[in-house]
């Protein structure tokens, strides 16, 4: 996550339809930087993809984020 209290929202990770691991970030893709996998923004999980688990990235006052899982959404799980 990017080190603005702009990019402060929901984080949802999934595998794509395609099999790619992707980063959606509520407040928009370039609030995730990524080495591996995919970045995308939106709020809902696309249609095909496999839910990994939903995030919550906060700034309080400052600008480390703070993630907080808020839900395991795998399928399996």
């Known amino acids: 996550m990017l080190y603005t209290p702009a990019c402060q ?3 949802k990770v999934y595998f794509a339809a395609s099999g790619q691991l992707t980063f959606m970030h509520t407040a928009g893709a370039s609030c995730v930087s990524t080495s591996s996998g995919a970045k995308a923004g ?3 999980y696309p249609s095909g993809s496999v839910p990994l688990g939903t995030f ?3 700034y309080f006052g400052g600008y480390v ?3 907080t899982l808020v839900s395991d959404d795998r399928p399996w799980a």
Do not use: R
Request: charge should be neutral.
């Open 42 to 44: 939106g709020y809902y």
């Open 56 to 58: 919550y990235v906060n």
């Open 65 to 67: 984020p703070y993630v």
């Open 9 to 11: 929202g929901y984080v």
